[in-house]
C-alpha cells in the first residue's frame, strides 16, 4: 500500500508516504531560500508529497535562526528554485507555514519585529541565537484583537504567495507548541476574551486561520498539522483535550480541506497519543488523514493496511535519505540522521546523504 499512489484532492501522489516538515536553518541570508535548499528538497522528490520546514508567514513569526519565511518577494524568488526543482524531477510540494509566537528570541527577528503569544508567559527553556549563542526565550507580548487579525491576514497573504512560488499548496502548523498551539493549549492560553477561556474558544484562532487561508486559494490546497498530547514547547496535557480535539477536526472536516496531520510524538518520550482518540479523530474528518511519528516501512505499511491512515509521514529517514523511498522498495539499509547537523549552516549533514549506488 505505501507505494500505491493516492489522489490529494487535486494533487496526484505517487505514493504515500510523506516527508515530514523538517527545520533545517539552512536559509542563511535574509530568511531567503536559496539554491542549496532547492537541491535538498529536489534530493527528495520521490516521496508522494514533501512539507516543507516551518516556514514563517510574518517578521514575528521567524523565532529560530535562520529559518525561511514567506511574506516578500525575495522569498517567493527563492521558494520558486526550491518548488521547480521538486516538480522537475515529478515531486509534489507543500509549505508549512509555522508562526513561532513566543517560541522566539528577539536576537532572531528581523529589526522591527516582535514576540507575540496569547498571553504574556515566557516559554521556558533556552533558544540557540547565531549572535548571542544560547539565550532564555524573550517574554513574548499578549497579542490584542488587533494583532490577531494582523496575524491571520499574514497567514492568508502567505498562502498566497505559497500559490505564487508554485507550490502544490499549504499546512497550518498547529502542533509542537507554536502560535497555532499556543492558542488552542490551555495550559499556555491564558486569555479570557473570545480567544481563550473554553475548548471552543482556544480553537477559534485556529479556525478562523483555517477559513482567511482557505478563501484565499481554496480548501482543496489547505492541510492542518496537529499534535494532541505533544509536551514540547511547554505545551503538556489539558483535561478536555479529547474533547477539544474532536470538536476541532470535525469543523475542520466541514471547510473540506486537504488533510489532517496528526503527529504522535511518543517516539521521542511524550504520551502517546491514545489509539481511540487517533480513531475518532478519523471519523471526525471526511477527507485524507495522515499519521506521523516514529514510523518505519513496516509499520507504515501495518497502519495503512489496517485503514488508520490515508498517508503516512517520515521525518528523520527522509533526512537521512535522499533516496528513501527506492531504499524502502528494495529493503535496503537506511543512512542514520546526525543530530549534530541538524541545524547547521551549509551543505555537510544536509545534501551530502549518500543515495544508492547505481
Ligand atoms: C531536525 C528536525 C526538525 C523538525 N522540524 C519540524 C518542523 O519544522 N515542523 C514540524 O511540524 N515538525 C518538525 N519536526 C518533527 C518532524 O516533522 C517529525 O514529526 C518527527 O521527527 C517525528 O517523526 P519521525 O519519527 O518520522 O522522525 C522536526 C523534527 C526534526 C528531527
Not at 37 to 53: D, F, K, N, P
Not at 107 to 128: H, K, Q, R, Y
Not at 196 to 210: A, H, I, K, Q, S
Not at 269 to 276: C, F, I, S, Y
Amino acid at each position: 500500500m505505501l507505494f500505491d499512489t493516492f489522489s490529494l484532492r487535486a494533487i496526484n501522489l505517487s505514493n504515500r508516504a510523506v516527508m515530514s516538515p523538517l527545520t533545517r536553518s539552512r536559509a542563511v541570508e535574509n530568511n531567503t531560500p536559496n539554491g542549496l535548499m532547492a537541491t535538498y528538497y529536489s534530493q527528495r522528490a520521490s516521496a508522494g508529497l514533501i512539507i516543507t520546514e516551518g516556514t514563517s508567514p510574518s517578521p514575528n513569526g521567524l523565532g529560530y535562526a535562520r529559518i525561511p519565511g514567506l511574506f516578500n518577494d525575495a522569498h517567493v524568488q527563492g521558494w520558486k528554485l526550491v518548488t521547480d526543482a521538486v516538480h522537475a524531477k515529478g515531486g509534489k510540494i507543500v509549505v508549512q507555514l509555522m508562526h513561532t509566537g513566543r517560541v522566539s528570541h528577539l536576537a532572531n527577528l528581523p529589526t522591527g519585529a516582535e514576540v507575540l503569544g496569547p498571553s504574556s508567559d515566557t516559554c521556558p527553556g533556552e533558544m540557540w541565537t547565531d549572535s548571542q549563542g544560547s539565550q532564555l526565550h524573550t517574554p513574548p507580548r499578549e497579542m490584542t484583537e488587533a494583532d490577531i487579525a494582523a496575524a491571520i491576514h499574514e497567514f492568508a497573504t502567505a498562502a498566497r504567495l505559497a500559490i505564487d512560488a508554485g507550490f502544490d499548496g499549504i499546512e497550518l502548523h498547529a502542533a509542537n507548541g507554536y502560535l497555532l498551539e499556543q492558542f488552542l493549549n490551555a495550559n499556555i492560553n491564558h486569555r479570557t476574551d473570545g480567544y481563550g477561556g473554553t475548548p471552543e474558544e482556544r480553537n477559534r484562532l485556529v479556525l478562523e486561520v483555517v477559513r482567511a487561508t482557505a478563501k484565499e486559494i481554496g480548501a482543496e490546497r489547505v492541510g492542518i498539522r496537529l499534535s494532541p498530547y505533544g509536551v514540547f514547547n511547554a505545551t503538556g496535557p489539558s483535561a478536555d483535550v479529547d474533547e477539544q480535539y474532536v470538536t476541532l477536526v470535525k469543523e475542520l472536516s466541514a471547510f473540506g480541506l486537504m488533510y489532517v496531520h496528526i503527529l504522535d510524538h511518543s517516539a521521542i518520550g511524550a504520551p502517546p497519543v491514545p489509539a481511540k482518540l487517533k480513531a475518532d479523530l478519523r471519523v471526525a474528518f471526511s477527507g485524507a488523514f495522515i499519521l506521523a511519528g516514529g514510523f518505519d516501512k513496516d509499520s507504515a505499511e501495518q497502519a495503512l493496511i489496517e485503514g488508520h491512515s490515508d498517508l503516512i509521514a517520515m521525518g528523520r529517514a527522509f533526512l537521512a535519505n535522499p533516496d528513501l523511498i527506492d531504499r524502502m522498495r528494495q529493503n535496503e539499509a537506511l543512512n542514520s540522521p546526525d543530530p549534530s547537523t541538524f541545524y547547521t549552516p551549509g551543505p555537510q549533514g544536509y545534501t551530502d546523504y549518500p543515495a544508492l549506488a547505481g
